[in-house]
């Protein structure tokens, strides 16, 4: 006969109810926010305020969300066997270009050249493939060759621009890493400028022009024929038959695509003159005249600061920008370094010289005429350019500003000319 307590039977039911509220505080416990880490005091290198609103290139399909993943699994494949053995190679590479392939396969043309941004990592993993073992890049050669995805049609082609920077950050590992460059477009594409930096001071890859170079990749702002449809763009205010030997100053050169188009329409009289910050894109420039001869002709370049062109007084006729976004920030940031920086624009410019502004409805047009009104500038034309496909909230523009000529009122700040 077995005796039962009550006293165990209750212990057990007290147990058990401890066992169940636990758990619930525990949950609880996990699913309460965490505190938002205290804030960190900005670095000198941090970078530029947001824009009003994250740039067309940002909004992300389906497509690109699904490479990035091929992408960033990659990479961290690589980072986690820092040494894997050949076979371990050739079977994550030819999986990442399954997978793009199965990606890309299906998509129409509009997908298509949005997306050939990806052609420099994936041109990157097919050559290594091929190196490793070309029988393997055979399985996937129904859309792949050395030279990367070969069913895009012209975006997923290199340009000759396109080609001497694509060897430049791929395969010279002087300049650059490749897999750092990966990861900085990996991280461009989603936006997420941050962690560009923060990797470039960990690794000390130098000054922030190697991620600016990446990054426009992601923008598509690294070929000729970019340069030259930025070119249709600004001819759309400025008349073609008056440019003939004139000083051109392209405000923020980058990778140097407009100079060509540049090239054409001022002809071998004129003088283009290029501004950018920092020694790095000198240095690339320089890299570029090196590996391939490029239809530039003679380009003076010039180091400029966040609040100074450094251009001597009158000496251009036509300054041109790109993707500068003139007028996007702060208050503070707008009087302390874009207002001083667009008066040392027009300190440069000869009397009724034009800038023409280029930036894809960043800031609005409204924006634009307050910072250029304020810093002395006469408008001049207004071309909206928007097309179906333009973000309504984004209306696209490009602007026509001048210098105004002897006898105009001063500007508003009473600062002579």
Sequence with gaps: MTIRSPGRRLRWWLLLV???????????????????????????????????????????????????????????DLQTRPQPSAAERVQNLRRSLNRSAAILAPAGRPTLESTAVFKFPLRRMAEELAELDSGALQEVSKHFTERGYRN??????????????????FHDPEYIEPVLAMQIMAWEVKGDREPIRALLLEQNAGDDTKADTIR??????????????????????????TLEGCTWAELGYGTGQIFEAVREVVGPSGRIVGVELGPG??????????????????????????DD????????????????????????????????????????????????????????????????????????????ISTEVTPTAQPDFVAAFRKPVGGSPPPPDGEGR
């Design 216 to 241: 426009q990749f992601f923008t598509g702002n690294t070929s000729t024929r970019s340069g030259a449809r930025q070119m249709q763009r600004a001819l759309k205010v400025l008349d073609p038959s």
């Design 18 to 76: 401890l066992v169940l509220n636990l758990g619930l505080m525990l949950r609880l416990v996990a699913t309460e926010p965490e505190a938002d880490p205290p804030a960190r005091p900005p670095s000198p290198a941090a970078p530029s305020p947001r824009l009003e609103r994250p740039p067309s290139h940002y909004l992300l399909s389906e497509e690109k969300k699904q490479l990035i993943e091929v992408l960033e699994g990659f990479i961290v």
């Design 281 to 306: 894109y000198e240095t690339l420039v320089e890299r570029i005249s090196r590996r391939h001869s490029l239809e530039w002709g003679p380009i003076t370049l010039v180091r400029g600061s966040e």
């Design 152 to 169: 895009g049609g012209e975006s997923w082609t290199f340009d000759p621009l396109e080609e001497v920077l694509y060897q430049t950050v």
């Design 309 to 384: 062109c450094r251009l001597p007084a009158e000496s251009v006729d036509i300054v041109h920008e790109a993707g500068i976004h003139v007028g996007v920030g702060p208050p503070e940031t707008l009087e302390r370094q874009t207002i001083p920086w667009l008066k040392s624009v027009r300190k440069a410019m000869r009397p009724g010289g034009l800038m023409i502004l280029d930036d894809c409805g960043y800031p609005t047009l409204d924006g634009l005429r307050a910072v250029m009104t304020k810093a002395g500038f006469e408008e001049v034309q207004v071309v909206p």
